[in-house]
């Protein structure tokens, strides 16, 4: 079913919606970032923004997020924290919708993670199809987009005065019927546009990664220890690449605490905060060895995780939806495209020696 | 079976589902094993411990007993413990007693090397004060798979918790197992831990108990005893009572470097790699296969280990390609 | 939640960020992709500089020593108590210790407070001395070289030439600059006695013995330039420097080869660009390339801490007054006078760090300030700092941790960490950023500017200001080239300070040049021991510290190892990650020894962080006479393996 929404009704559709809504904008200096709440008028609409800085998953998997408090006086008494407040993400690309469903099956997979699965829940995706992709931006090469044939719960499609709304789950099918004024059917030659979009926005990417290549190369241990090295120089340990990647799950645990300054009473909370496998002391164990003790086995990690088959049969996908956003963070040049195409070429830009 | 569950009955019955499949092969699985720890709580909520006893065992190491609120736990040999002291933060430990005495008992018990923060702080709480734990985690060791086989317990000094878990464990059921070996090595003899246990295991007719130390001191010279790294114990174990390889299940805890020379003495004496049973130590904080840190290959120390075969150690190093042990 | 634009307050890059705030405070940062500093990206401290804000291991109150013993007293209690005490001492006997980590308001608070509330010129910071070369340099180059040069402007180069810049990771965004040169094409010429991660991108890699630079350096100019002394044999060159004639004729053919070229150094590399000598070698190397045809010529001298440029510039300098103007300068103290409403200021220069722990040590300097904890790092033998403070008579710390520092201290006021401060910094272009309030003070921590003005008041000299925008525009007025400088138009070059020196050195280029004097290596001795900044600077350890991230990555470094490459390691029979014996002619010690490949053979490196614990097997530190700064002597050593 297809159905219709007026630009000039968008405001009054986002307003309408319950709980709390987050949106991109557009800060002074030109970055994009997700804000909760923001004025109407100020919310990114479709071709007027690339991507957000920080993926809008940071919302349900914040960088740091506190998991309990405490009070320790006697026993300790544990304050879990509130039940989250319903969260609609309008504008969030088709990269990060496939990234959220991929961390919606990590973290209920085995054991649920309640913090990140009870905001999960209560989270309901309106995407905004891309046009315009930017020019980091390689999702079709790992099924991450432009335009999403499922996961979102909304999709929004850009006709120019108006959207074709696709709805893409339960969830979103009850949002468009509680709200059926906004809307209205589709005229059926629409569809037909869409699937012409789609294919000429494929036309317009800029970079390509190519990931089949990648995967075979590692899982038949293809890649000289040499290229590796090579590689491995130009990381710099920043973090970044996991910090911004969508599909990067790894946290640290933290406990804090302080005495209460009226009565003594020590209060405190455990938070965990963003991890990264490029970190020495990620993997470091308590008794001083480390299994990954140097910068090329933590690098070859993070690419093996990504990319290599055996991963991808547990995680079902490579670790990656082809949002383009470790290519700004990387400070040597050694993001996910320029890695998969040196595994390709087995040749390293830049490398002068030996 | 589901409905009635309630608000997180869904959840629940996913973890079920899990440990039914974990555990299905071996037989061992059963709702009744896992108690409602879980149930309904908050992932990283841990349930609060009083601590009933604290036993010195070395001077850097001590054993916590613990009486967790709302009544003990069912769990396997292997599996392990978060431990949390507020404030400070939490660590992973082997539970080193058996379910046979928690069930006796309702107490569990770890025991704890202090080398750090979070077991810097545990050594400075006494009886009485209260810890968080989130327990049982990890897959355990493969009794069944030991069933009716003989057994051969190798420990290296800390190494020694998880299995003492096992041997009490199948002491107690003794009948189910066949001969039991059991080989512990330490640096010195005040480095041991479980110092009464291990003199009851020498005592015992139904066990057999070698124990060398690295290092000996005065009173281990003057009893006579065994001085040598602990894979010095196989050619007396070879004429004392040798392995029948097929029919042997090997259990090695130990620092990494003793597990290797533990596992070539084992497969020179042609142990199958499927019979011989270790643990793998990572960097571990979440215990539930979501922080990340304790993933080796493609699998995450925490809920598809502590516990692997040498069979699936060698898969996971080749998959990959980087060392495991 | 609620972003908030701010700028990292770790390094010398100053990249901009935006902080992330919810109900439980900061919850974490975004790099700002707009910006010209870092376009994005944040290196391992950057992305963990709010995590201090959760750290709730501070001092919260003012503690004082009242009859003996440590307590938290009451805020106006301990000015009063403060301000009767400095009352005591005469000006020349009161030193001020500033911190390369407060903002330049604080800097500026801090050599105003100095100058006209005490009336000292004893104030400095601790890694001032570092900066001097460099400031000769600026002085003596003159016109048509731009420097500080923009990050940038890297990019622009067809040639980069790195002298002694070690690790990528020291100096996060110059490394990304050139790594991003060298894929799309740009040459790298590396002169790095390290077998860094450079050096497999370098176009050609040099690395000279330690300390040989400023020769090699003197030798390319007499390449380009036969009018050059160089009081040296090609063959006495290459084996002073261990470098053939051949690989420096490469090497001058190289930069002649170039038409846009870009030098980038490290100031506090100890073996390279921190002598004075080097500077000088390479100002006059530039030179030479500037008249055999380079056209454009920039330089960017890399500064560890975030606000070492600022804390200069201004006047937290026992010779400077704000805007890099010598307190000889009548022009400036006058213009100071009137606007400070006070009637003269001291003339003589003051003492540096260095020189007033000394004066410490023999009684001429009774009262001291210190803000931050800068010393901990710069004066890394502790055993010696902790002497020196006990002799202090009145020694007020404005410090947010507790460490040796305000162990000692008489007062102590809790010091507004980054992330509750507002204010600027100057990063290593010269760029001035904004750093905002991004998070409620603490207890009753305060900047360190406010603290100063308190303290005057209780002296009775009524200094206040409403907001730190207040100090800025006093700041503007009293140095009028700094005038029309916008901090938040970043992308601008409105924010860019650039100054010529006039007045300062000499400008007299040091025509003898000699070869460096090395302990001969034997085979009881077969290493050459050398004290080395080899990790990333931490800037204030203790910020570092108290971030839970970076304490467990800073952690792995805290047992004292030395560094050998993996061939000499074995060769030694030594083993990575093992316990080690380290023995000196002056003694011995027990190590780790960790193999690091960038280490050429025949060098140990111990990291200067340990210097401390193995001051016995180094020797004295000595002072360097021209700068002031800490200069550490190569010894020889020889390494076995232990149990
Ligand atoms: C499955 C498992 C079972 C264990 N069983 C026992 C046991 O029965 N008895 C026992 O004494 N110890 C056991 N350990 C080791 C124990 O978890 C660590 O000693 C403990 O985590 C150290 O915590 P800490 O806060 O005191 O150390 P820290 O101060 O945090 O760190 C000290 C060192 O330990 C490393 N480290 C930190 N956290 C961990 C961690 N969670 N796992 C491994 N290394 C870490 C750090 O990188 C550092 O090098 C076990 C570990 C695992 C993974
Ligand atoms: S972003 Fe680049 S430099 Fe930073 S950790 Fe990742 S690979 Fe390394
Ligand atoms: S430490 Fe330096 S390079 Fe790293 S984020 Fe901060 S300012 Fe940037
Ligand atoms: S400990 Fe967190 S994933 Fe295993």
Not at chain 1, 266 to 271: F, L, T, V
Not at chain 2, 36 to 59: F, K, M, Q, S
Not at chain 3, 50 to 79: E, H
Not at chain 3, 189 to 217: E, R, V
Request: net charge negative; aromatic share 8%.
């Amino acid at each position: 079913m297809a159905l219709l929404l007026r630009k000039e009704r968008l405001d009054d559709f986002l307003q309408s919606l319950d709980g709390q809504l987050a949106a991109p904008v557009r800060l002074e200096h030109g970055e994009v970032h997700f804000a909760i709440n923001p004025p109407v008028e100020q919310i990114l609409q479709d071709s007027d923004y690339v991507n957000s800085t920080i993926s809008p998953v940071a919302l349900l998997f914040p960088q740091t997020e506190v998991l309990f408090k405490f009070k320790l006086n006697g026993k300790p008494q544990i304050e879990l924290p509130k039940e989250p407040k319903p969260l609609i993400i309008f504008g969030i690309r088709s990269c990060d919708v496939a990234a959220m469903r991929y961390l919606e099956m990590f973290f209920s997979r085995k054991f649920i993670d309640t913090p990140f699965v009870e905001r999960a829940e209560k989270t309901t995706l309106i995407s905004v199809a891309c046009q315009r992709p930017g020019r980091n931006c390689f999702c079709p090469c790992c099924a991450g987009g432009p335009f999403l044939e499922e996961g979102h719960d909304l999709q929004l499609v850009d006709f120019g005065d108006a959207f074709l709304v696709e709805v893409g789950s339960e969830k979103g099918m009850r949002l468009i019927y509680a709200r059926g004024q906004f809307f209205e059917p589709a005229p059926y030659e629409l569809n037909e546009q869409r699937n012409k979009l789609a294919e000429e926005t494929l036309q317009k990417f800029e970079i390509a990664s190519h990931m089949g290549t990648g995967v075979r190369k590692l899982t038949s241990r293809a890649v000289s220890d040499e290229l590796w090295r090579m590689m491995a120089a130009r990381c710099i340990e920043c973090g970044g690449c996991a910090f911004v990647c969508p599909l990067c799950t790894c946290f640290d645990v933290v406990d804090h605490s302080l005495p209460c300054s009226s009565n003594g009473v020590i209060c405190g909370w455990r938070e965990r905060c963003w991890d990264c496998c490029q970190f020495a002391g990620y993997s470091m164990e308590a008794a001083g060895v480390n299994p990954r003790p140097d910068k090329v086995s933590r690098f070859k990690r993070r690419f093996y995780h990504k990319l290599s088959y055996f991963y991808m049969e547990m995680d079902g996908r490579v670790g990656c939806v082809g949002c383009g956003r470790c290519i700004q963070v990387c400070f040597g040049v050694v993001d996910m495209p320029a890695v998969v195409n040196t595994l390709r070429e087995e040749k390293l830009l830049g490398a002068r020696l030996r | 079976m589901e409905q009635g569950l309630g608000e997180f009955g869904e959840r629940r019955a996913i973890v079920l589902a899990y440990v039914n499949c974990m555990w299905g092969e071996c037989g061992m699985a059963s709702q009744e094993f896992f108690q409602p720890l879980w149930n309904g709580r908050n992932l990283y909520e841990p349930v609060l411990a009083r601590i009933v006893e604290v036993a010195d065992e070395t001077p850097d190491v001590k054993t916590f007993t613990l009486e967790l609120d709302g009544g003990a736990i069912d769990y396997l040999p292997g599996q392990f413990a978060e431990v949390s002291v507020f404030g400070v933060g939490e660590a992973p430990f082997g539970i080193s007693s058996s379910p046979t005495w928690t069930k006796r008992t309702g107490y569990i018990q770890v025991t704890v090397r202090a080398i750090g923060r979070v077991t810097n702080a545990l050594h400075r709480l006494k009886v009485g004060d209260y810890v968080g734990v989130r327990a049982p985690l990890g897959n355990g060791f493969p009794v069944e798979h030991a069933e009716g086989k003989r057994v051969i317990i190798v420990g290296g000094g800390i190494g020694l918790p998880p299995l003492r878990s096992l041997l009490n464990y199948m002491l107690d059921n003794r009948e189910r197992f066949g001969k039991i070996t059991v080989l512990y090595g330490a640096r010195t003899p005040a480095d041991r831990v479980y110092k009464g246990e291990l003199e009851e295991w020498e005592r015992r007719e139904d066990l057999e108990y070698l124990d060398t130390v690295d290092i000996a001191d005065e009173e281990w010279q003057r009893l006579g005893k065994r001085v040598g790294v602990v894979t010095t114990l196989f050619p007396i174990l070879d004429e004392q009572s040798p392995i029948d390889p097929p029919n042997t299940v090997a259990f090695v805890c130990g620092p990494p470097i003793m597990i290797h020379f533990v596992i070539i003495e084992l497969e020179k004496r042609n142990v199958p790699d499927e019979n011989i049973i270790s643990t793998l130590e990572r960097h571990m904080k979440c215990g539930v296969g979501k922080c990340g840190h304790c993933a080796i290959g493609h699998k995450y120390v925490c809920t598809d280990g502590p516990v692997f075969s040498w069979a699936e150690m060698k898969e996971l190093e080749w998959m990959c390609a980087e060392p495991a042990v | 939640m609620v972003s908030m634009r701010t700028t990292c307050g770790f390094c010398g890059c100053g990249c901009g960020l935006y902080t992330v705030s919810d109900d439980n405070g900061v919850i974490g940062v975004i790099p700002s992709d707009a910006d010209p500093v870092n376009e994005g990206r944040l290196c391992i401290r950057g992305w963990h500089v709010y995590q201090p804000l959760r750290n709730m291991d501070r001092i919260f109150r003012p503690v004082a020593v009242l009859n003996g013993s440590k307590r938290d007293v009451d805020y106006t209690d301990a000015l009063s108590r403060v301000a009767e005490g400095l009352k005591k001492f005469p000006p020349n006997q009161i030193g001020i210790i500033g911190s390369a980590t407060s903002t330049n308001e604080d800097a500026y608070l801090i050599a105003k407070f100095g100058r006209a509330v005490i009336g000292t010129n004893h104030i400095d910071f601790p890694g001032r001395s570092r900066l001097m070369p460099t400031l000769m340099m600026l002085r003596l180059l003159g016109e048509g070289v731009s420097m500080p040069c923009t990050f940038a402007d890297l990019m622009d180069a067809d040639l980069l030439l790195c002298i002694g810049i070690g690790d990528p990771n020291r100096y996060p965004q110059a490394s990304a600059r050139i790594f991003k040169a060298v894929v799309e094409g740009g040459h790298l010429l590396l002169i790095d006695t390290w077998h860094s991660d450079f050096a497999p991108y370098a176009s050609l890699h040099i690395s000279p013995k330690p300390f040989s630079g400023a020769l090699l350096l003197r030798a390319l100019a007499g390449i380009l330039d036969s009018t050059i002394k160089v009081p040296f044999a090609d063959e006495q060159i290459s084996s002073i420097t261990g470098v053939s004639s051949e690989q420096l004729r490469a090497a001058a053919d190289l930069l002649l080869s170039s038409k846009r070229l870009a030098a980038v150094y490290d100031t506090a590399s100890l073996m390279h660009m921190c002598s004075p000598q080097c500077v000088y070698e390479l100002a006059r190397l530039i030179k030479v390339l500037r008249e055999r045809g380079v056209e454009w010529c920039g330089i960017l001298p890399m500064v560890e801490r975030c606000n070492s440029n600022g804390a200069l510039r201004m006047g937290v300098a026992p010779m400077l007054l704000p805007g890099l103007k010598s307190v000889t300068d009548n022009e400036t103290a006058q213009k100071a006078c009137s606007l400070w409403g006070i009637d003269s200021l001291p003339q003589d220069v003051g003492m540096g760090v260095a020189q007033m722990l000394s004066a410490i040590e023999n009684g001429e300097l009774k009262a001291l300030i210190i803000v931050g904890d800068d010393l901990l790092t710069d004066v890394p033998d502790e055993q010696r700092l902790k002497k020196v403070l006990s002799k202090v008579e009145l020694l007020i710390a404005i410090s947010a941790y507790r460490s040796l520092l305000t162990e000692a201290a008489h007062f102590v006021f809790p010091r507004a960490i980054w992330g509750e401060a507002m204010g600027t910094f100057v990063n290593m272009e010269g760029r001035m950023r904004c750093l905002e309030k991004v998070a409620e003070r603490l207890g009753e921590a305060r900047q360190e500017w406010q603290v100063l003005c308190d303290i005057a008041t209780a002296m009775g000299i009524k200094l206040s200001y409403s907001c730190s925008d207040e100090v800025l525009d006093e700041l503007k007025r009293l140095v009028p080239e700094y005038a029309s400088i916008e901090p938040d138009k970043i992308s601008n070059s409105a924010c860019l300070i650039r100054e010529r020196l006039s007045h300062l050195f000499d400008g007299v280029m040091h025509e003898e040049i000699a070869a460096p004097e090395l302990p001969l290596v034997s085979d009881e001795f077969p290493l050459l021991l050398l004290v080395e900044r080899y990790y990333l600077p931490w800037h204030a350890d203790t910020l570092a510290l108290h971030s839970s991230t970076l304490w467990r990555e800073f952690r792995l470094r805290f047992t004292p190892h030395v560094f050998v490459n993996s061939v000499q390691g074995h060769s030694l029979g030594l083993r990575d990650g093992m316990p080690a014996l380290l023995k000196t002619p002056q003694g011995s010690a027990r190590v780790t020894s960790v193999f690091n490949e960038a280490v050429p053979t025949g060098i140990a490196i111990l990291p200067e962080m340990f210097f401390a614990q193995l001051r016995g097997v180094v020797g004295q530190e000595k002072f360097d006479e021209l700068t002031g700064t800490i200069v550490y002597p190569a010894t020889v050593a020889a390494m076995e393996r232990t149990r």
